[in-house]
């Protein structure tokens, strides 16, 4: 039998765990986030995922082997690309960047294959009526490309996934988002570790909107002097924007001071004109071909306008029915 004096000293000890519990719960959850901040410390796992990933694998994760757990969900998940079981992939991915979402792989690949690969299988699906067929595959680019944008909001400092969205909004073959793919590409250069040609690969997003062609071409001013800008993307965007700024210009003249001869300026510019996945502007270019072509005598079967022609009679976009 208790004494009296027990029971109060037992309330008493209670009741100072308790005040300490109240009052360590938010030094705790203080020291929580900020170990979560540096990536040391990995989020709480949802009820969801544990239901997906089982008993005998959680088991597993509670014990602090969650990247463990996510390498046998990337092998369940290879699995199901070889069975083109897609929907089962990408439950698995999300699986998989639940437990481990500091890790680029993992984003990288599942995007990847809702993006492009589960997307192309419905592109290809001969026996689908084509509102089946286009339906899919916009509802599988889709989730690809929100699948990265979580991807980066998990990991903000990773240039080379900010670059990968970029490049999602930027194919010509997708769902393109031309100011979406510049902010993506801003993002991965302003990381800092992000190599050259991802601020080149912005410029180019800023020149595929009208409204920044007069930013694009202050930036590739300045870019001038840096050997590694010096590629023909970028010297045949830098012609295309002269022109635009003085359409009054001599192409010619124009062409020989960006280019240094008629050879290259040819050589250069006609590979631009010919590229109509690349979205650039063409301000000038044609009528520089011309007088190129007159200059260098260049044969009319071999001209960069008759396989202009050619290429614009095919279509671009899997589902563009406009030409």
Not at 62 to 74: E, S
Not at 190 to 202: D, H, S, Y
Not at 279 to 306: Q, T, Y
């Amino acid at each position: 039998m208790k004494t009296l004096r027990q029971r109060h000293r037992h309330l008493l000890v209670a009741a100072i765990l308790l005040v300490a519990g109240v009052v360590r719960l938010p030094l705790e959850r203080g020291l929580s986030d900020e170990l979560l901040d540096a990536g040391l410390l990995q989020p709480s796992v949802e009820l969801e995922t544990r239901q997906q990933v089982g008993q005998s694998l959680w088991a597993v994760a509670l014990g602090g082997l969650r990247t463990l757990v996510a390498t046998v969900l990337n092998l369940r998940a290879d699995t199901f690309f070889q069975a083109q079981q897609w929907t089962e992939l990408a439950d698995a991915f999300d699986t998989m960047t639940d437990l481990a979402p500091r890790t680029r792989y993992y984003w990288d690949i599942g995007s990847w294959h809702m993006a492009y690969n589960a997307s192309a299988y419905y592109q290809n699906r001969d026996d689908l009526p084509t509102l089946r067929r286009r339906a899919e595959w916009r509802d599988w680019v889709k989730r690809g490309t929100r699948f990265l944008e979580e991807g980066v909001r998990n990991n903000p400092d990773d240039w080379r996934l900010w670059a990968n969205l970029a490049y999602f909004y930027s194919d010509p073959l997708k769902l393109v988002d031309d100011a979406r793919a510049e902010e993506a590409y801003r993002r991965s250069w302003e990381t800092g570790n992000a190599l050259p040609f991802i601020e080149r690969a912005m410029v180019y997003a800023m020149a595929r909107q009208p409204e920044r062609r007069d930013e694009a071409l202050e930036r590739i001013r300045a870019m001038s002097d840096d050997p590694r800008a010096q590629v023909p993307a970028m010297l045949a965007l830098r012609y295309a924007l002269e022109y635009r700024a003085d359409p009054g210009r001599d192409p010619l003249e124009l062409a020989l001071e960006v280019f240094g001869s008629e050879e290259r300026a040819y050589r250069i510019l006609g590979n631009h004109y010919l590229d109509l996945n690349g979205r650039f502007p063409n301000d000038g270019v044609a009528e520089a071909v011309a007088v190129l072509e007159n200059r260098l005598a260049i044969d009319e079967e071999k001209s960069i306008f008759r396989e202009r022609e050619r290429l614009q009679a095919m279509p671009i976009h899997p589902f563009d029915d406009s030409r």
